[in-house]
C-alpha cells in the first residue's frame, strides 16, 4: 500500500519549455502533497506544500510563478516548471500524506523527475 | 530552528559488516518525528521508520535496528551483516511542528557503499 506514481520520470527539453510533472497517490487519498527538488549529491530540499483544493505554499527563495503547483484532486498534483532553464535542471520528486495536520502518517515518495534543460 | 545533522558524508564497508549511521537533531517542540528514508542509485526514497518522541524503545526490523536517545538527541540506524544492495544515501528527517501541516527537515545525507 501507499504507492505514489510520479510522471515523467525523465525529461529533457530546451531552454524556454514548460514541463509539467504529475504526482499520483494509487491507493490512498493524498489530503497534503509535498514537492522537493534535489541538487546532485545534496539533500532533498521543500519547494512546497499543497494541500487539496486550496492554494499552495512555497517555502522562502521558492519562485511561485516558477512553479505552478496545482492540487485539485485527493489524488494528483501537479508541479509546472514554466519557461525552464538550465538552472532548473534537477532532480524533482513529490511526496504524499494522507491526513492532515499533525497527522501520525508518514510521507509516501515518488520515484522522481530528472529534469534536464538544453 | 529544526536542523538536522548526519555528519558521516560517506561510509564504506565490506560485506557482512556492521555499520552506524550516525544522526543528531535540533528541536525546541517537544512533540515531534524523526524519519530514515533509504535513496537507492534509482533515486526513489523508500520510507524505513518514523519513530515520535514519546517513545524511545529501540526498533529492531530484521537487520536494521535504530537506537533513538532524546538524552542526546539522536537517531542511528544500524545495519548488521551489511550487503551489497544496502548500497544507498540513507536520509535523517525531523518533522517540524506547523500548525497544520507535517513538514520533513532532511539531513545532508550519507552515502554508503557496501563492497562485496
Known amino acids: 500500500g501507499a504507492v505514489v506514481s510520479q510522471h515523467p520520470s525523465w525529461v529533457i527539453c530546451k531552454s524556454g519549455t514548460s514541463v509539467k510533472i504529475e504526482c499520483r497517490s494509487l491507493?490512498?487519498?493524498?489530503?497534503?502533497m509535498f514537492w522537493y527538488r534535489q541538487f546532485p549529491k545534496q539533500s532533498l530540499m521543500l519547494m512546497a506544500t499543497?494541500?487539496?483544493?486550496?492554494?499552495?505554499?512555497?517555502e522562502q527563495g521558492v519562485e511561485k510563478d516558477k512553479f505552478l503547483i496545482n492540487h485539485a484532486s485527493l489524488t494528483l498534483s501537479t508541479l509546472t516548471v514554466t519557461s525552464a532553464h538550465p538552472e532548473d535542471s534537477s532532480f524533482y520528486i513529490c511526496?504524499?500524506?494522507?491526513?492532515?495536520?499533525?497527522?501520525?502518517?508518514?510521507?509516501?515518495f515518488g520515484d522522481g523527475t530528472r529534469l534536464s534543460i538544453l | 530552528a529544526q536542523k538536522v545533522t548526519q555528519a558521516q558524508t560517506e561510509i564504506s564497508v565490506v560485506e557482512k559488516e556492521d555499520v552506524t549511521l550516525d544522526c543528531v537533531y535540533e528541536?525546541?517542540?517537544?512533540?515531534?518525528?524523526l524519519f530514515w528514508y533509504k535513496q537507492p542509485p534509482s533515486g526513489e526514497l523508500v520510507f524505513l521508520i518514523r519513530r515520535n518522541s514519546f517513545d524511545e524503545q529501540n526498533e529492531i526490523s530484521g537487520r536494521y535496528s535504530w537506537n533513538f536517545q532524546k538524552s542526546t538527541s539522536s537517531f542511528n540506524f544500524t545495519i548488521t551483516a551489511s550487503q551489497v544492495v544496502d548500497s544507498a544515501v540513507y536520509f535523517c528527517a525531523l518533522s517540524e511542528a506547523t500548525y497544520n501541516t507535517d513538514k520533513l527537515i532532511f539531513g545532508t545525507g550519507t552515502r554508503l557503499q557496501v563492497f562485496p
Open positions: 511526496s504524499a500524506q494522507s491526513g492532515q495536520g499533525r497527522s501520525n502518517q508518514p510521507q509516501h
Open positions: 528541536t525546541r517542540d517537544t512533540t515531534y518525528y
Open positions: 491507493d490512498f487519498q493524498a489530503t497534503t
Open positions: 499543497s494541500n487539496e483544493g486550496s492554494k499552495a505554499t512555497y
